[in-house]
């Protein structure tokens, strides 16, 4: 399981498979390697990748949150891309006529983006057009506060609509376009003397603070360095005072001026499962109001199979009003079975519109006609059509007769489609990543493979082959496990550059986990191993790589997946790893929360160590040690590494693991230089130990000399049984 974080889009597609009891290592990769350093000398290009380098792929420009204007005529979206030299990222909303004849308008500067505080993604900026057309309104993070602005569709200026001293957590606009009302917390003051008050007087532990993370200021997810809590189940976080409710206040946007707390409302609520009748045999996940007539179609969760945490499908339906209680169900072929991931329902007609993830990664859409029962395709792509993979599960803008998507494939970067409603033609709107689409193509393009494990199970991924590849001399594979989503710079978590290892030699496959969330977690784990071990078998029989050279790298799930191979399999030559196993120390420092233990329980089937250790010890890397044979690189956030110690440190002192600790980083790292750091490392890396090559420059002569020892040492030593081995 994804220790730490869970998007929505995920929900419906969590991995795993069944435990073997752990076998001996047969053999280790540490003398095949140290022989074939001779041989990559003379084979290996000794330049890094030029064309499409990590840094290319970090600075690539991500799109999203596409919004229709009422007359249909245009779209308004924002772009987002990474500045190393700042360490920020630039955020810019656009306007564009619909019939593309004309660029995108630039109409205003986002400001910085608003990120998730466990996982460090972007949160989604959803906008809103004023009825008339003139203006596009979204939330922004300028001048350190998050504020409401107004920018003219025509390009003509921006403005902040509030000047609250709290920031803005969510805001609506009135039907006639009059008013504003926006809900804000804690003030921006409050909340630093709340974190000024704590150090002064000690921070209190219980149940609230992540011991794992500094206690102080320990976050930069808002712009500035910020006190943490958790917030919500498993590991939400949230700034300190998150949990003052909300204050909702009225912005009369003909005078600007905004009314007292006191004589707000809330806004009229949106529909909920509560809204909606008992009768219903099961509690929906989704559901959506026509606005033309009240319809509501709903997503119902499908048939669970025995051993899974949910189903892995959905059941569309429509209900008639919100009293109904006996839906009417999609029955049509293309509807049955689906992992349905948006529903929308068309204006001005009686159609809705769905998205449907497929097994390998790929999106189509649909219509639904509720009265014919008719369901036609729309849309039948190769990759997302709901995001990048740095930013997916970003529906797409509908009207009438058009949809406007954010799309993107394994190896084309993300570009604004709009797509006929009736007959499916896409229109390429906006390509910012032209240059580098168009270079992937002709250097490295990926290519989706099938194949399956002893067991019969079906695999899918995407395969960046090794550029200049010679026949007599299959390259090494570089494997990361997880999710294959949308334009995979990185990979889930984004830290291991596809392209960028293939151009220099390293084919590299993005495996997809099977989409089903098993609770056994030895299961979850073992179908890693059973895909990796299953794909290296079939490409090397095929010619297609050197099996003696294999690298893998992974982040949460991902890392879970890769420790477990290591001590479960001998196929890996050499690891890479950003996230956090199971082990004593995690469950200690969360213990005080009775919802983590019970979810930990259930999950792992793990209590304290005391009262289950024998489960420990099959599921915890830290009681397997001695099995590990490979070099690993950890590339942790600081909030996490502490909860790597047991199994990291004890790899370091005998020269297997090299550590590095990113400071203020989340789940996942979003700072621009860390994940140019953690991309060159990588990089460099997963040369020295399947290609024998150093980087020339200068300034990485330190690191090579770490690599170097750790190559002869372990090259030396003889294997043995650590005090935590569990043989």
């Known amino acids: 399981?994804?220790?730490?974080?869970?998007?929505?889009?995920?929900?419906?597609?969590?991995?795993?498979?069944?435990?073997?009891?752990?076998?001996?290592?047969?053999?280790?990769?540490?003398?095949?390697?140290?022989?074939?350093?001779?041989?990559?000398?003379?084979?290996?290009?000794?330049?890094?990748?030029?064309?499409?380098?990590?840094?290319?792929?970090?600075?690539?420009?991500?799109?999203?949150?596409?919004?229709?204007?009422?007359?249909?005529?245009?779209?308004?979206?924002?772009?987002?891309?990474?500045?190393?030299?700042?360490?920020?990222?630039?955020?810019?909303?656009?306007?564009?006529?619909?019939?593309?004849?004309?660029?995108?308008?630039?109409?205003?500067?986002?400001?910085?983006?608003?990120?998730?505080?466990?996982?460090?993604?972007?949160?989604?900026?959803?906008?809103?057009?004023?009825?008339?057309?003139?203006?596009?309104?979204?939330?922004?993070?300028?001048?350190?506060?998050?504020?409401?602005?107004?920018?003219?569709?025509?390009?003509?200026?921006?403005?902040?609509?509030?000047?609250?001293?709290?920031?803005?957590?969510?805001?609506?606009?009135?039907?006639?376009?009059?008013?504003?009302?926006?809900?804000?917390?804690?003030?921006?003051?409050?909340?630093?003397?709340?974190?000024?008050?704590?150090?002064?007087?000690?921070?209190?532990?219980?149940?609230?603070?992540n011991i794992a993370a500094g206690l102080f200021r320990s976050s930069k997810v808002d712009g500035r360095s910020t006190t943490q809590r958790f917030v919500g189940p498993w590991f939400s976080m949230g700034p300190l005072l998150a949990k003052v409710p909300d204050r909702w206040k009225v912005v009369d946007l003909a005078t600007m001026t905004t009314q007292s707390p006191s004589a707000s409302?809330?806004?009229?609520?949106?529909?909920?499962?509560?809204?909606?009748?008992?009768?219903?045999?099961?509690?929906?996940?989704?559901?959506?109001?026509?606005?033309?007539?009240?319809?509501?179609?709903?997503?119902?969760?499908?048939?669970?199979?025995?051993?899974?945490?949910?189903?892995?499908?959905?059941?569309?339906?429509?209900?008639?009003?919100?009293?109904?209680?006996?839906?009417?169900?999609?029955?049509?072929?293309?509807?049955?079975?689906?992992?349905?991931?948006?529903?929308?329902?068309?204006?001005?007609?009686?159609?809705?519109?769905?998205?449907?993830?497929?097994?390998?990664?790929?999106?189509?859409?649909?219509?639904?006609?509720?009265?014919?029962?008719?369901?036609?395709?729309?849309?039948?792509?190769?990759?997302?059509?709901?995001?990048?993979?740095?930013?997916?599960?970003?529906?797409?803008?509908?009207?009438?007769?058009?949809?406007?998507?954010?799309?993107?494939?394994?190896?084309?970067?993300?570009?604004?489609?709009?797509?006929?409603?009736?007959?499916?033609?896409?229109?390429?709107?906006?390509?910012?990543?032209?240059?580098?689409?168009?270079?992937?193509?002709?250097?490295?393009?990926?290519?989706?493979?099938?194949?399956?494990?002893?067991?019969?199970?079906?695999?899918?991924?995407?395969?960046?082959?090794a550029r200049g590849a010679d026949a007599g001399h299959p390259p090494p594979l570089f494997v990361n496990f997880y999710h294959c989503y949308g334009f995979l710079r990185g990979g889930v978590g984004d830290e291991w550059p596809f392209a960028s290892l293939a151009e220099d030699g390293i084919s590299a496959l993005c495996i997809n986990a099977i989409p089903e969330y098993r609770l056994d977690a030895t299961a979850r784990y073992d179908q890693g191993r059973a895909a990796v071990e299953s794909v290296v078998k079939l490409l090397s029989a095929e010619g297609r790589i050197d099996r003696t050279r294999i690298g893998m790298g992974g982040i949460s799930y991902g890392s879970e997946v890769a420790l477990w191979t290591l001590t479960h399999s001998d196929v890996v030559t050499a690891a890479s790893v950003s996230g956090v196993s199971v082990t004593p120390t995690l469950y200690l420092l969360n213990s005080l929360r009775k919802a983590f233990r019970s979810q930990f329980r259930q999950e792992w089937q793990l209590g304290p160590l005391e009262e289950t250790p024998k489960r420990w010890r099959e599921v915890s890397p830290a009681y397997r040690l001695g099995r590990i044979k490979a070099p690993i690189l950890f590339q942790l956030p600081e909030q996490e590494y502490q909860m790597t110690l047991e199994y990291s440190l004890p790899l370091a002192s005998r020269h297997q693991a090299d550590i590095y600790v990113f400071p203020d980083e989340t789940h996942i790292k979003f700072q621009p230089r860390h994940k140019l750091a953690v991309y060159e490392r990588n990089v460099d890396w997963f040369r020295f130990w399947l290609q024998g090559y150093e980087d020339p420059r200068s300034d990485k002569a330190g690191q090579y000399r770490i690599w170097r020892g750790m190559r002869e040492k372990t090259a030396q030593s003889r294997s043995g049984v650590g005090a935590h081995d569990g043989s």
Request: charge should be neutral.
């Open 1 to 209: 399981m994804n220790l730490f974080h869970q998007p929505p889009l995920l929900a419906a597609v969590r991995a795993c498979v069944r435990l073997n009891f752990p076998i001996r290592m047969r053999r280790t990769h540490w003398f095949p390697a140290l022989a074939f350093v001779l041989l990559s000398v003379i084979v290996v290009s000794s330049s890094h990748a030029e064309t499409i380098s990590p840094r290319r792929l970090l600075e690539v420009t991500d799109l999203g949150n596409p919004v229709i204007s009422p007359d249909g005529r245009y779209v308004a979206f924002r772009s987002e891309q990474a500045s190393v030299e700042r360490n920020t990222y630039d955020t810019t909303w656009y306007v564009q006529a619909l019939s593309g004849k004309s660029p995108p308008l630039r109409v205003a500067n986002g400001g910085v983006p608003l990120r998730e505080h466990n996982s460090g993604l972007a949160l989604p900026s959803p906008a809103t057009w004023s009825p008339d057309g003139k203006w596009v309104y979204y939330r922004a993070r300028l001048d350190g506060r998050v504020s409401v602005w107004r920018a003219a569709a025509d390009g003509s200026g921006a403005r902040a609509v509030t000047s609250d001293p709290s920031d803005v957590r969510d805001f609506t606009l009135s039907g006639d376009g009059q008013t504003l009302k926006y809900s804000v917390g804690a003030t921006r003051e409050e909340v630093g003397n709340a974190e000024e008050a704590e150090y002064d007087h000690g921070i209190r532990i219980d149940d609230t603070v």
């Open 265 to 465: 409302e809330p806004p009229a609520p949106t529909l909920t499962p509560t809204d909606l009748s008992p009768h219903l045999h099961a509690i929906p996940t989704w559901i959506v109001q026509s606005p033309d007539d009240g319809r509501i179609a709903v997503l119902l969760p499908g048939h669970k199979d025995k051993g899974l945490e949910d189903s892995r499908y959905s059941e569309l339906a429509m209900l008639p009003d919100r009293r109904a209680s006996h839906p009417i169900f999609c029955t049509a072929r293309l509807c049955i079975h689906r992992n349905i991931t948006d529903v929308q329902w068309r204006p001005g007609s009686g159609e809705v519109v769905f998205t449907v993830t497929n097994y390998d990664r790929t999106q189509s859409i649909y219509g639904w006609n509720v009265v014919t029962g008719q369901v036609r395709p729309i849309v039948l792509s190769d990759g997302l059509i709901s995001g990048s993979q740095r930013y997916w599960g970003i529906p797409c803008a509908l009207s009438s007769d058009t949809l406007v998507c954010v799309a993107a494939e394994a190896d084309h970067p993300p570009r604004l489609e709009a797509i006929d409603a009736e007959s499916g033609h896409r229109r390429i709107l906006f390509a910012p990543n032209k240059g580098l689409d168009a270079d992937i193509a002709t250097t490295v393009p990926a290519k989706l493979i099938r194949w399956k494990d002893a067991q019969g199970r079906e695999f899918t991924g995407q395969l960046f082959e």
